[in-house]
């Protein structure tokens, strides 16, 4: 047992008076849940969800070669990015295992926000600061300058309008802007991790609570209601978005992960674990490793992490994540198994649950794509 106590977040009197269900996560006591999971999950697909998220690590890299020091770092083209965009990208170690999944926000000239999954953000930070020796630019651990409020769902524009004269209509998918939401400073971001259309907004801690319950008002007409850590991985399952530590790790490379497209070996410069992903992209062209596909029961038993995926008696892949999804009524998964039974449709794959070979069908990714 850890002696190190939790972390806490601006909101979490907040939390505790709504009847939040709380739970250690990564260090952090976090919202689980208010009340059902379901009701939230449905919530978000349907009207808003609000989420406190002030548990992920932001990273500051500022100065003349911040661009270049994160072009280094990372395995994307940060240099690429434009003034007010931002990019999903990874940080790898040298072998090319991945030490997390990052958003990269370009906030000026010579000014980025890294923000990593609250899990990894210590290490992400180590990395970047050992990384950045020899460029000219700063590395600031900024985790305790920023709470971060998401507020998701296909409500959620008219919900944000109503409380800032930000130019949200022009604010792009993966965009970023500086504005001001019922009177608190922010930066207004286009991004999220449920499938839907939504915001992240960054904040100064103090202003978090006010924030909050000023975004809670003017939801209440259309629906919107507080959502907890659960419904959020049911969200991200749906959309197939991968959580690290399930569908991704130090000993997958981005290639093995069918995240290959974030690694850009065509910018300037080396990067670190350039040599050992060139090499990964090969094997990946030739013979691809284990595939990540979705699985949707054909019964109602629920896979979990770690179960083995089974076909004609052999174990052919293990399960990274699964939960009954809402949305299509039925349990799903997503699972790395072999390129052999990775085509959706293929005939005879199940999951072992507790000894008993469960069918399962094999789909393509995501299982939830919301009407745009």
Same mark, same amino acid.
């Given at each position: 047992?850890?002696? &190190?106590?939790?972390?806490? &977040? ?18 952090? =006591? ?14 978000? !697909? ?36 434009? /003034?007010?965009? /931002? ?5 790898? $170690? ?11 926000? !370009? ?35 900024? !985790? ?40 608190? %400073? ?48 049911? *969200? ?6 991968? *959580? ?25 410069? =080396? ?11 090969? $094997? ?12 949707? /029961?054909?019964? $109602? $038993? ?5 179960? /083995? ?14 939960? %009954? ?48």
């Amino acid at each position: 047992m850890s002696s &190190t106590p939790l972390r806490h &977040t601006a909101l979490d009197a907040l939390h505790r008076s709504l009847g939040a269900t709380m739970t250690d996560f990564a260090g952090w =006591d976090m919202p689980l849940r208010y009340g059902s999971e379901r009701d939230e999950h449905n919530a978000v !697909r349907t009207r808003a969800g609000l989420f406190d998220l002030s548990h992920m690590g932001e990273i500051t890299v500022t100065g003349p070669e911040a661009a270049r020091l994160l072009n280094y770092a990372l395995v994307g083209n940060i240099a690429s990015v434009g /003034a007010g965009r /931002a990019r999903y990208t990874m940080i790898c $170690r040298a072998d090319g295992g991945i030490l997390d999944d990052l958003i990269v926000y !370009r906030l000026g000239e010579t000014e980025y926000m890294v923000v990593a999954n609250a899990s990894n953000a210590q290490v992400v930070l180590d990395a970047l600061v050992e990384r950045s020796a020899g460029f000219d630019a700063e590395v600031r651990d900024d !985790r305790d300058a920023y709470a971060l409020i998401a507020v998701q769902g296909p409500e959620s524009p008219g919900i944000l309008k109503s409380l800032t004269d930000a130019d949200l209509d022009g604010l792009k998918y993966y965009a970023g802007l500086p504005g001001t939401v019922a009177g608190v %400073p922010a930066l207004i971001a286009r991004t999220g991790y449920t499938g839907e259309d939504g915001f992240e907004l960054f904040v100064k801690p103090e202003h978090a609570v006010e924030l909050w319950q000023a975004l809670t008002k003017a939801g209440e007409g259309v629906g919107l209601v507080p959502c907890g850590l659960s419904c959020r991985d049911t *969200l991200r399952l749906e959309a197939g978005m991968p *959580l690290y530590g399930h569908e991704l790790s130090t000993s997958l490379t981005p290639f093995d992960a069918g995240l290959g497209r974030v690694v850009k070996f065509d910018k300037d410069g =080396d990067f670190v674990g350039r040599t050992a992903l060139e090499a990964a992209a090969e $094997r990946a062209a030739s013979q691809p490793p284990r595939v990540l596909v979705g699985l949707v /029961a054909e019964g $109602r $038993r629920v896979p979990r992490a770690g179960y /083995a995926v089974v076909a004609g008696g052999e174990v052919i892949g293990e399960v990274t994540s699964g939960a %009954p999804s809402p949305t299509l009524g039925k349990p799903i998964a997503m699972a790395y198994v072999d390129a052999a039974h990775a085509a959706p449709g293929t005939p005879g794959v199940g999951v072992d649950i507790r000894g008993s070979h469960e069918p399962y069908e094999v789909v393509a990714l995501p299982f939830y794509k919301r009407q745009k």
